[in-house]
């Protein structure tokens, strides 16, 4: 059985502008943590390139599921927003009442993993937690994709 999940490329940057200037912006010990920490335009090639390295990471995590990994695009609106599409083969006894959490794990990940290494560069103090938590975060996909749900014992009707 194979199975999909996407996310937008679109949010999830979006979000890692949001958590790096909260964050920034919540070091009051740090009057310039704001500044050095919260990403910027110019910034767009280093996230580029965390993006495409959480991709490689997400591969090797679910080495022998994918079936598919890649980008799509969509109409929303007048722009076309680009989606990250992963394809997964798992069991028949897959649970699909899974798959909700298995997008926001995955939305997480990489938010969670393109912050932590932007913090390797501007705030080492809280890279590892974000590392830690990207890691288990992906764990936690992985662990579902390869759950099997209990068989049912059929039931006849007379």
Known sequence: MEITLTISKGAVMR????????????MDSDAKAY????TVDEDESHLERF???SRADLSQELIGLVAYEGGSSRAEG??????????????????????????QSL???FVHNIAA??????????????????????????????YKKRPTRPTYND
């Open 15 to 26: 979000e890692v502008g949001i958590t790096t200037a909260y964050t920034g912006g919540k």
């Open 35 to 38: 500044q050095r920490i919260s």
């Open 51 to 53: 993006w495409e390295e």
């Open 78 to 103: 007048p722009v076309p927003q680009a989606d990250y599409e992963v394809r997964l083969e798992v069991s028949k006894s897959f649970d699909e009442a899974l798959l909700p959490s298995m997008r």
């Open 107 to 109: 939305f997480s990940f």
């Open 117 to 146: 290494k932007w913090y390797v560069y501007t705030n080492k103090g809280e890279a590892g937690e974000y590392a830690d938590k990207a890691s288990t975060l992906l764990e936690d996909i992985h662990r579902k994709a390869v």
